[in-house]
């Protein structure tokens, strides 16, 4: 069986031998959520006898948590493919787990042990998989028989310094995820994709065998299926945001500077600060002076935005395969301008997809920009919750 084979096997379920800086404040506090560990993962790895890589596991730094294990698992059949299975490019990911939740990486090759529900959720542009982090944890709360998979993108977080190969487009990046759930022996219920990551979701579905035995809600948040239409005057433009970030040095001694040259530059206060996150501390033996440098690769970055407003993924919007529902959401105050003949082209999509078995739905959510689960998690929360709602692990 191919490579590729064997992902879009996982992916339908066969097994083979698988956040703004503002979340926080507009979230209301949570008690404390009585899950299964987080599982975070980041290259490099070293395999044990099970063929199950690891890194300090309840020792690494990385993961902060004294309750988080660090790990990966590597699909012995994918492994025989090098480029499908070389640990320095897997993608970097965290996985959550609700309560109720009995699988980990011990159980996976135990079939009699049923997966849990598995939701999986892709940032977009300049962002990374803590931008979902405390939006992730009330889902894992309010619906503890589901787990959810936070991934950084490739050129993003924890993914940058993987050794991705180029071109850096929408497909590509659709690819590496298809491979990385592959890889986990996981079958997502649910794809959830924000902006940028809104049309890697829809082409996860196109690059999937068809039709989908089981049925897959898919969430395109914030972004439409072909032309881009971002900015205006006196808003944020992302082209013109990677293309000023070019210009930064790669290392600066200070996130407060970072922040008043944005804004100078034109762009808001929310879009600066939130920026900056993707500044991390660089270590200097034997200097007392602090500096920061970006943990993204920006001209990948760069190929892969080009990518994002050229792609056109409407095709499979208008030939849904059956089993796949796919739901748009519009924020009220995007800051993509979503054209009428857009709306239109999804409504007509809504009754088509109906008469052949796959469904796609449009929903707006109020009082929102475009960073939808930092302007209003609630209302976000709200609509995405009908998804886990009613599935039985």
């Known amino acids: 069986m191919s490579f590729l084979s064997n992902i879009t096997a996982s992916f339908l379920g066969e097994r083979p031998a698988l956040t703004s800086p503002h979340a926080q404040l507009k979230l209301q506090p949570l008690a404390p959520i009585n899950s299964r560990p987080s599982i975070r993962i980041a290259p490099?790895?070293?395999?044990?006898?099970?063929?199950?890589?690891?890194?300090?596991?309840?020792?690494?730094?990385?993961?902060?948590?004294?309750?988080?294990?660090?790990?990966?698992?590597?699909?012995?059949?994918?492994?025989?493919?090098?480029?499908?299975?070389?640990?320095?490019?897997?993608?970097?990911?965290?996985?959550?787990?609700?309560?109720?939740?009995?699988?980990?990486?011990?159980?996976?090759l135990n079939r009699s042990i049923p997966e849990p529900p598995t939701a999986v959720l892709l940032h977009g542009i300049l962002g990374s998989r803590k931008n979902w982090g405390t939006f992730v944890?009330?889902?894992?709360?309010?619906?503890?028989?589901?787990?959810?998979?936070?991934?950084?993108?490739?050129?993003?977080?924890?993914?940058?310094?993987?050794?991705?190969?180029?071109?850096?487009?929408?497909?590509?990046?659709?690819?590496?995820?298809?491979?990385?759930?592959?890889?986990?022996?996981?079958?997502?219920?649910?794809?959830?994709?924000?902006?940028?990551?809104?049309?890697?979701?829809?082409?996860?579905?196109e690059q999937a065998a068809k039709p989908l035995p089981r049925p897959v809600r898919v969430w395109v948040l914030d972004a439409t299926p072909g032309k881009v239409r971002a900015g205006g005057d006196g808003e944020d433009h992302p082209g013109k945001l990677i293309s000023f970030l070019k210009k930064l040095p790669k290392e600066v001694s200070s996130k407060r500077d970072i922040v008043n040259a944005l804004i100078q530059e034109g762009f808001s206060k929310d879009v600066a600060q939130w920026v900056v996150m993707n500044l991390r501390p660089t270590a200097t033996a034997g200097s007392s002076s602090s500096s920061f440098s970006w943990v993204f690769d920006l001209e990948g970055i760069s190929e892969m935005y080009q990518s994002y407003e050229e792609t056109n993924l409407w095709k499979v919007v208008e030939a849904l395969p059956r089993g796949v529902h796919v739901n748009f959401l519009k924020a009220e105050r995007s800051l993509h301008r979503w054209a009428l003949e857009d709306l239109q082209r999804i409504h007509a999509a809504e009754e088509t997809a109906a008469d052949e078995g796959g469904g796609v739905e449009m929903h707006v959510l109020e009082d929102a920009g475009h960073w939808v689960h930092a302007d209003n998690p609630d209302g976000l929360f709200r609509i995405l919750s009908f998804s886990f709602k009613g599935v039985k692990a």
């Not at 993961?63 to 499908?84: A, H, Q």
């Not at 890889?183 to 579905?205: A, C, D, E």
């Open 137 to 205: 944890r009330r889902l894992a709360q309010e619906f503890p028989t589901w787990q959810f998979v936070l991934v950084d993108l490739r050129c993003h977080g924890d993914s940058a310094s993987l050794k991705k190969r180029g071109p850096h487009t929408v497909s590509s990046t659709a690819l590496d995820v298809l491979k990385l759930i592959a890889q986990l022996r996981i079958t997502p219920r649910v794809l959830i994709g924000h902006s940028f990551g809104g049309k890697v979701v829809l082409s996860m579905v």
């Open 44 to 108: 490099p790895f070293q395999k044990d006898a099970f063929g199950v890589s690891r890194i300090g596991i309840g020792r690494s730094s990385r993961c902060g948590r004294k309750r988080s294990v660090c790990m990966t698992l590597i699909n012995e059949r994918l492994g025989r493919d090098r480029d499908v299975a070389d640990p320095s490019s897997i993608l970097a990911y965290e996985l959550v787990q609700g309560k109720h939740v009995n699988w980990s990486s011990m159980v996976v």
